[in-house]
Nanobody, 122 residues
């Protein structure tokens, strides 16, 4: 089992940057694929980015490709989401997730953090 805690959210102007972090408990972090998802008010939770166990493979939603970068540090049990060129439509609660199956879909993840709010003003 793994527990996840996100941090790094906040209020930023359009065009700005934020870096989210997700710290995982346990000694098996490197066994999990990791993902970032987001949920805006009134909308379903959607895929943002995912990274494989060793960090060699990354996947992005089309809406963030070229602006966001997912990375991980298995020695620190942490996954990151660097968000650049932020847009108002990126405003949402951002969640990190872990699972040995993890991919692009919510149903592929059993473990979730509590979320961190990102607000992008125009």
């Amino acid at each position: 089992q793994v527990q996840l805690v996100e941090s790094g959210g906040g209020l930023v102007q359009a065009g700005g940057s934020l870096r989210l972090s997700c710290a995982a408990s346990g000694r098996t972090f490197s066994s999990y694929n990791m993902g970032w998802f987001r949920q805006a008010p009134g909308k379903e939770r959607e895929f943002v980015a995912a990274i494989s166990r060793g960090g060699g493979n990354t996947y992005y939603a089309d809406s963030v490709k070229g602006r966001f970068t997912i990375s991980r540090d298995n020695a620190k049990n942490t996954v990151y989401l660097q968000m650049n060129s932020l847009k108002p439509e990126d405003t949402a609660v951002y969640y990190c997730a872990a699972d040995v199956r993890g991919g692009r879909f919510v149903r592929e993840y059993d473990y979730w953090g509590q979320g961190t709010q990102v607000t992008v003003s125009s």
